[in-house]
Antibody, heavy 120, light 107 residues
Framework: EVQLVESGGGFVQPGGSLRLSCAAS????????MAWVRQAPGKGPEWVAN????????YYLDSVKGRFTISRDNAKHSLYLEMNSLRAEDTALYYC?????????????WGQGTLVTVSS | DIQMTQSPSSLSASVGDRVTITCRAS??????LNWYQQKPGKAPKILIY???SLQSGVPSRFSGSGSGTDFTLTINSLQPGDFATYYC?????????FGGGTRVEIK
């Protein structure tokens, strides 16, 4: 059974940092692109970043470029999102999602999410 | 960025009804369009990918069509578990944008 379990969310002041983690199991983690998708309260989903199987390609939402870094450790079956210079508008539930093997994106499995709240 | 516009933003329907939701892209995206269903407190669930391909395990009453800029999600014979919010997502180019959602409520 595919499982994605996020952790690392919390309450942080503007300008602060957090590191989110996603532990994957039930599939060959190294064979898939992976992604972070966030959802602000009462809003629709928003893609944040995704990363290729070997980490050689990474893509980001413009508003997080230079502040967020996506990474992965295939040996630990884990995905990460390092978030710096956090802003109030980054407040959201952050989901880890399994992306494609190849071809167009399809987020076919999602975690339960970890909540990030940025407020003074 | 490619903007995705869904309509309607909400609708009321009864069990057994046929429901149609539309999604329009601000520029052509070929068939790079996915549909997700989200229930309160849950993560989105993929229903349709590549505009018309049914994800494994999804009931056949869900179907998708369209290409270019105009797409449709159809639910035939709405079931109680289908009351949820539906989102389209374009996957043609980054940023991978979602539509604003269509909330399907019980009439």
């Amino acid at each position: 059974e595919v499982q994605l379990v996020e952790s690392g969310g919390g309450f942080v002041q503007p300008g602060g940092s957090l590191r989110l983690s996603c532990a994957a199991s039930g599939f060959t983690f190294s064979g898939y692109w992976m992604a972070w998708v966030r959802q602000a309260p009462g809003k629709g989903p928003e893609w944040v970043a995704n990363i290729k199987q070997d980490g050689s390609e990474k893509y980001y939402l413009d508003s997080v470029k230079g502040r967020f870094t996506i990474s992965r450790d295939n040996a630990k079956h884990s995905l990460y999102l390092e978030m710096n210079s956090l802003r109030a508008e980054d407040t959201a539930l952050y989901y880890c999602a399994r992306d494609k093997v190849m071809g167009p994106t399809v987020f076919d499995y999602w975690g339960q999410g970890t909540l990030v709240t940025v407020s003074s | 960025d490619i903007q995705m516009t869904q309509s309607p933003s909400s609708l009321s329907a009864s069990v057994g009804d046929r429901v149609t939701i539309t999604c329009r892209a601000s520029q052509s995206i070929s068939n790079y369009l996915n549909w997700y269903q989200q229930k309160p407190g849950k993560a989105p669930k993929i229903l349709i990918y590549a505009a018309s391909s049914l994800q494994s395990g999804v009931p056949s009453r869900f179907s998708g069509s369209g290409s270019g800029t105009d797409f449709t999600l159809t639910i035939n014979s709405l079931q109680p578990g289908d009351f949820a919010t539906y989102y389209c997502q374009q996957t043609d180019r980054a940023p991978l944008t979602f539509g604003g959602g269509t909330r399907v409520e019980i009439k």
